[in-house]
Structures are given as C-alpha cells and as structure tokens.
C-alpha cells in the first residue's frame, strides 16, 4: 500500500526504477540522502565536471565534442592544426579510458597530451572574438535536462562549481549561449590568456588535467573557504579523476558521487561502482541529478 510509504520512500522508489541507474551498496546511498536531506538545502552545493557530464557524449549516433574538440572542428584552426589535435585525441583518448593501466601509468601521459594540445592552439594565434562563433558552428550538447538543472539550483541559490580541465572560455560560451550561466555558477578550468590585441599568447595559471582535480582543489581554497556553510555535496562526473573534485570542501559532512560511465561500459563498470555510489551507464539525460537535486530542496 503506497499511502504507507514515506516521502523519502516514494523518491527513492522512483529512482530505482531508471533501468540505468546502479548502485553497489544502496543502503549507503539512502543513508547519505537522507541525511543530506536533514541537513536542508542552504547546506548543498553542488560540484561537477563539464565535458561528458555536463555536455552529452552521443547524439543521434555521433560522438559530441568536449571544449577542446569544438576548437579543433571550428575554422579558427588550420587543417594541418586539426590533423596533428586528432592525432593526439587519437593516441591518448584509449589511454584515457584503458583499465589496464593505473593512474600513475597514466598521469605523465595525460600531461603530455593535454600540454601538446595547449601548445597548438597557442602557435594558432586564435582571436578571442572568434571563440562564440565556434561554439556556435558546433555540435556542443549539454545532457537533457540541463535547463531545469541549472534553473533550479539558481532559483535555490544552490552553488554550482564546474570543475573542469576542458578551457574554460569556451564551456562559459557553451552555458552563455544556452542561457543557464547563472550568478550561482563558478567555473575553475583552464583558461586563455590573449595579448593586449586579442590574439592567444597562453593558458592562464597551473594546467588541470584529468588526474590533478585535487591539487586544482586545493589552489581555490578562497571558493571553499566562502562555502564553508555548504558541508553537503553533490558531485557529478564521468572520469575517475572527477572524483578528487570536492577535495577542497571544509568541514564536509556528506557526499553523494554521481558518475556518469559513457564508454568501455564492460571493462569499467566494477570499477565505477566501487568508487561512484550511483552510476549511470550510457544515460544522456540528467534525470537522476536532478530527481534527486528536487529531493533535497
Ligand atoms: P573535463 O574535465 O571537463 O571532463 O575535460 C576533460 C576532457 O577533455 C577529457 O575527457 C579529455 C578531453 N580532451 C580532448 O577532448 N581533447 C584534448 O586535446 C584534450 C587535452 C582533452
Ligand atoms: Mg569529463
């Protein structure tokens, strides 16, 4: 009989229905949520990655683009540029997401790929008044369900972080250009530095890449330190390295880890449950963020 169960029941009831959501240990979650509930919403904030969180990895069949492939599709790139950045897309992407290799196998490869491509688009001399463009011409997506989702943390001044080691001028176009960059939101990510005429001359402050969220964390100790009040976090990635995101929250009291597992499902699903408490596999939708984001408000 449903008119026995709790509110808490009925949302959690509702949840579990979504053919793509898993979890290892679902008592954990349901203690976590409640918890978090308890705590009320002025407690939250919400951290997440962007490319292949935020953004959709397919569309209709077709790969979509992180914030650096939007730059190697658009016309501020030569084609000899375009060729040399998916030559290196496609060497170290199937490092990226290998299961046979550990993330300190993997750590000097991934700073290799990510200072390679930062030194091309450099010696490009992209204009920063061609970047909208770009990202206008693009195939960018932001997962279904993203208006609600960034409308409704805004509505509830809920703080979103988006953490990424994408570029930063460009996932700010991306949420410009569909009209969610609320005041709530705050982004660290990589970005350009332009000379006085407009024209690349570098990336901004220390590189983050895939592995190093965590040390990226700790050099914005001024973000966490002005939410110190906001002890509950919802982190949303698709990468294990998402998770050293919330490395810099004080005195944190709760965390519910969301992932996002859209490639190599088989190789690393085991690995997702162990480390994310809900897993999503090939769900391009943010329905579960947001569920349980309309739970805890
Ligand atoms: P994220 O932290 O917002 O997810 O951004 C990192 C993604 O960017 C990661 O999945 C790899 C991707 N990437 C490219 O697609 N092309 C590149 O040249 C580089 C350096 C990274
Ligand atoms: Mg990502």
């Known amino acids: 009989d449903s008119s026995e169960l709790t509110p808490f029941e009925i949302f959690f009831q509702k949840i579990e229905k979504f053919s793509k959501l898993h979890m290892k240990d679902r008592d954990r979650v349901q203690e976590i949520l409640q918890s978090m509930q308890k705590a009320g919403s002025k407690t939250l904030q919400v951290i997440s990655d962007f490319d292949m969180t935020l953004t959709r990895f397919e569309y209709n069949g077709k790969r979509c683009p992180t914030c650096h492939n939007i730059l190697e599709r658009s016309d501020v790139i030569s084609s000899d ?157 698709d990468s294990l390295g998402d998770l050293n995101m919330a490395d810099g929250v004080q005195d944190m009291e709760n965390i519910l880890k969301i992932g996002f597992l859209n490639d190599k499902v088989e190789e690393r699903k085991q690995s997702y449950l162990d480390s994310y408490d809900i897993v999503l596999i090939k769900d391009e939708s943010l329905d579960v963020p947001n569920a349980v984001i309309r739970f805890l408000t």
């Not at 930062?118 to 463009?133: S, T, W």
């Not at 932001?142 to 990424?164: A, N, Q």
């Not at 966490?224 to 949303?236: A, I, M, Y």
């Open 81 to 237: 540029c375009k060729k040399k950045l998916q030559g290196l897309l496609d060497k170290y992407y199937p490092i990226e997401i290998d299961t046979t290799l550990s993330v300190e196998e993997k750590l000097p490869l991934m700073v290799e790929w990510w200072t390679k491509a930062h030194e091309l688009l450099v010696n490009q001399k992209i204009k920063k008044d061609g970047l909208a463009k770009a990202v206008r011409d693009s195939d960018a997506k932001l997962r279904d369900g993203y208006k609600d989702f960034f409308d409704h943390l805004h509505e509830h001044s809920i703080p979103l972080l988006i953490f990424s080691a994408g570029i930063g001028d460009i996932l700010e176009e991306v949420i410009r250009q569909t009209e969610v960059f609320h005041p709530n939101v705050k982004v660290i990510s990589n970005y350009m530095d332009f000379d006085e005429s407009g024209v690349l001359k570098a990336f901004k402050g220390e590189l983050i890449h895939i592995y190093n969220k965590r040390e990226g964390a700790l050099l914005n100790t001024g973000h966490f330190q002005e939410l110190r009040t906001q002890t509950n976090v919802l982190l949303l990635g």
